[in-house]
C-alpha cells in the first residue's frame, strides 16, 4: 500500500513568486493535515481537511497561504506570494477516522515533506 | 506559547545503554501522546503512544511513560542501538478550538547513539 506521498520534494523559489505543494494521503483516510516545521522549531500544525471540508485552519499563518482538497481525495496548499519566512518543510499527513482521529493503535501517517526555500 | 516542551535538543548515548527523552506538556486536555522518528529528508514516522488514561506502554526496546499530575512523558529506548539515531519528536493529541482532532509537536530532541 502507497504512503503517504508529496511533491515537489523541494522548491526553491524567489521571493513574490507562487508555489503549489501537492499531498497525495493513504487511499481511504479521510483525514489529511498539512504540518510546518521551520527550521529547528516544532512541527506546527496548519489545517485539517475532513474529506473535502476544512474542518479547522487555524494555524494558516495569513491569506498568502491557500489549501485545497477538491474531492476529497488529494490536497494542494498553494502559497502566494512567497515570503522569505514561508521557508521550511511542510508535512501532509493523513488518518483514518472521523469523530475521533487518534485512538489506540491507530496514528497519523507522515509524507516525506516538502523542503521550501524562498530566496 | 508552547503547549508541547522537549528541553534537550540533543542526547548522546553509548549503544547498549538507555537512552531517555523527556516531554512536558501544558495543556491538561490532551488525551493522547505518541512519539515520532524522524531521519534525515524523511516525514516523521510514528513509534509508539500512550492514551491518558494509562501511565506505561512497552513495545519491545521501547517504553513510554505518562505521568499526568506532572504532565510529563518520557520514551525509553533500551537497548540502546545505532540505527536508533535520529529525531525524536514528541506528540499530543487534543480537540483544538475549532473542534479539530490534532496533533501538537515539541521540538525535537536528537538522538546520537554512539557504536
Known amino acids: 500500500e502507497a504512503g503517504v506521498t508529496q511533491f515537489p520534494s523541494h522548491s526553491v523559489i524567489e521571493k513574490g513568486q507562487t508555489v503549489t505543494l501537492r499531498c497525495d494521503p493513504i487511499?481511504?483516510?479521510?483525514?489529511l493535515y498539512w504540518y510546518r516545521r521551520v527550521m529547528g522549531k516544532e512541527i506546527k500544525f496548519l489545517l485539517h481537511?475532513?474529506?473535502?471540508?476544512?474542518?479547522?485552519e487555524s494555524g494558516m499563518p495569513n491569506n498568502r497561504f491557500l489549501a485545497e482538497r477538491t474531492g476529497g481525495t488529494y490536497s494542494t496548499l498553494k502559497v502566494q506570494p512567497a515570503e522569505l519566512e514561508d521557508s521550511g518543510v511542510y508535512f501532509c499527513?493523513?488518518?483514518?477516522?472521523?469523530?475521533?482521529?487518534?485512538?489506540?493503535?491507530?496514528?497519523?501517517?507522515f509524507g516525506q515533506g516538502t523542503r521550501l526555500t524562498v530566496v | 506559547d508552547q503547549q508541547v516542551k522537549q528541553n534537550s535538543p540533543s542526547l548522546s548515548v553509548q549503544e547498549g545503554r538507555i537512552s531517555i527523552l523527556n516531554c512536558d506538556y501544558t495543556?491538561?486536555?490532551?488525551?493522547?501522546f505518541l512519539w515520532y522518528k524522524k531521519y534525515p529528508a524523511e516525514g516523521p514516522t510514528f513509534l509508539i503512544s500512550?492514551?491518558?488514561?494509562?501511565d506505561k506502554n512497552e513495545d519491545g526496546r521501547f517504553t513510554v511513560f505518562l505521568n499526568k499530575s506532572a504532565k510529563h512523558l518520557s520514551l525509553h529506548i533500551v537497548p540502546s542501538q545505532p540505527g536508533d539515531s535520529a529525531v525524536y519528536f514528541c506528540?499530543?493529541?487534543?480537540?483544538?478550538?475549532?473542534?479539530?482532532?490534532?496533533?501538537?509537536f515539541g521540538k525535537g530532541t536528537k538522538l546520537s547513539v554512539i557504536p
Open positions: 499527513a493523513s488518518s483514518q477516522g472521523t469523530d475521533r482521529v487518534f485512538y489506540r493503535n491507530t496514528e497519523a501517517f
Open positions: 487511499s481511504g483516510h479521510d483525514n
Open positions: 481537511f475532513v474529506k473535502e471540508s476544512k474542518q479547522d
Open positions: 495543556n491538561s486536555m490532551f488525551d493522547y
Open positions: 500512550i492514551s491518558s488514561i494509562k
Open positions: 506528540a499530543a493529541a487534543g480537540f483544538s478550538g475549532a473542534g479539530s482532532y490534532q496533533l501538537t
